[in-house]
């Protein structure tokens, strides 16, 4: 795809970087089950994990017509007035509408910009029953999305979650080769899922062709939780840090693969052996950018003590346990402003 230059020498640097193929993984029989694929395909993730950190996979058994129609509805909800999108305004659970400039990774190691990303996202998430006992006791991140009413955004919350059931259960079926990928048994993981945890991002990037010094769509950071599933956008945007920890690129993959990546919590579980890889989004030069990432993650009760093999005489622990939910409520405040603990001045820079 040609880019566009601009007269901006921070838009030139961060688009003018090489690219590079994505592994490509075929997990067609591995996520079914079979049990000599799992084993196979667990040393290839491996291989993976432990230097870039950064995959795409193919025979996920996810159609052109559920990622098409997802975008579709990514769309149709970003094309309503702002409004309208902020009568779902994101609540203290962090579901609903954020606006275009709300966020920033402030912790991250990769970026020191102060400029607020120019994304804005409508955020999903897994609802709880009613009778839950954290709903019940309106404890932070379990409350209910919000949600347009069905004459505003006809067939929307039914794609939503439709496609967020169905990478889920894509997430669910590949444990088995996380698992076998860190010499655990096989089933190891799969009590931590019982309650999972799905966050589903539903992102716009408008086009910048100039870009401030530091603006980005989203700034160089790595994901919080287990793991993430990434279908290409339509415009190119999202780039990878190398292995080598100074090199950005741009990805290439077939065509119907999906991306996958895994989080900083994923990343502490393992005692840092394998890698959550820093990623971030250059706004496009000339088309709107729909992208939905949707993560998968274990139940917010789960402890994160650092896993038995990966841990031994020299090399211990770096790590304290800590619950997902703690984990997600200090990176969610240091990402976005509606907790108020990131400070921002007029101009749209961080100033604490």
Known sequence: MSLVHTESKFARSVRDVPRKALPVIDVGKARLGDTAAIEEVAGQWRDVWESLGFLCIVNHGLEAALIDGMHDAAKQFHDLPLATKMQVKVTHDQKGYVPARGGLTTHSKFHDSKKLNTVECLVLATDYPAGHPEVIAGKKFYGPCPWLPEDVVPGFKATAQNYMARITALGKSMLPVWARSLELEADFFTPFFENSYTYFRVAKYGPKNDLDDGELGSNAHCDTGFN????????????????????????????????????????????????????????????????????VNPGFDTPGDVLPTCTGPGNPPRYEPMTYWEYFDWYMKRSYTHYGKIKVSGDNNVTA
């Open 228 to 295: 993430t599933y990434l279908p290409p956008a339509k415009e190119e945007g999202i780039q990878i840090l190398d292995s080598d920890g100074e090199t950005w690129f741009w990805p290439d993959l077939p065509d119907g693969a999906v991306m996958v990546n895994m989080g900083y919590f994923f990343e502490r579980w393992t005692n840092n052996r394998f890698r959550a890889t820093p990623h971030r989004v250059v706004p496009p030069t000339e088309n709107d950018r729909y992208s939905f990432a949707c993560f």
